[in-house]
C-alpha cells in the first residue's frame, strides 16, 4: 500500500501563491489515479483536482484556472499548485490515491483509498 504525506500549507494573504506536495512512499504514484480533496470548518470534503494513471487531468469549478496539478514520477511526489489564492480557498488539504482502472480521477472521495494527514491553507483577506 501507499503512505502519503502532505507539506507546503501555510498562512497566505489573499492573491498570493502556495504549492502543495504530496510525498508518496510504499508504491509508486504512476499506479493511481491521485487526487486532492479540500476541506473548511464545518463543511464536506470537496474534490480540488485530480490526475489519473492515464494522465488525464480534471479540476473542479471552484479551483480551475487557479489550480494546476502535476506528478512526478521520479520524485513520487504529486503537487498542486494554487494561484490568485481567495479566502475562500482555506480549508485542510488533502492528498489521496485510488486503485479503480478509472480512465479520470474520481471527484467522489468515496473511491479514494488512501489520504494523507492533511495540510492547512489559511488565506487572509
Known amino acids: 500500500q501507499v503512505q502519503l504525506v502532505e507539506s507546503g500549507g501555510g498562512l497566505v494573504q489573499t492573491g498570493g501563491s502556495l504549492r502543495l506536495s504530496c510525498a508518496a512512499t510504499?508504491?509508486?504514484?504512476?499506479?493511481?489515479?491521485m487526487g486532492w480533496f479540500r476541506q473548511a470548518p464545518g463543511k464536506e470534503r470537496e474534490f480540488a483536482a485530480g490526475i489519473a494513471r492515464s494522465g488525464v487531468i480534471s479540476y473542479a469549478d471552484s479551483v480551475k484556472g487557479r489550480a494546476t496539478i502535476s506528478r512526478d514520477n521520479a520524485k513520487n511526489t504529486v503537487y498542486l499548485q494554487m494561484d490568485s489564492l481567495k479566502p475562500e480557498d482555506t480549508a485542510v488539504y488533502y492528498c489521496?490515491?485510488?486503485?479503480?482502472?478509472?480512465?479520470?480521477?474520481?471527484?467522489?472521495?468515496?473511491?479514494?483509498?488512501?489520504w494523507g494527514q492533511g495540510t492547512q491553507v489559511t488565506v487572509s483577506s
Open positions: 489521496s490515491a485510488d486503485r479503480t482502472p478509472l480512465y479520470s480521477a474520481s471527484s467522489d472521495p468515496v473511491s479514494y483509498e488512501y
Open positions: 510504499g508504491r509508486s504514484v504512476s499506479i493511481y489515479n
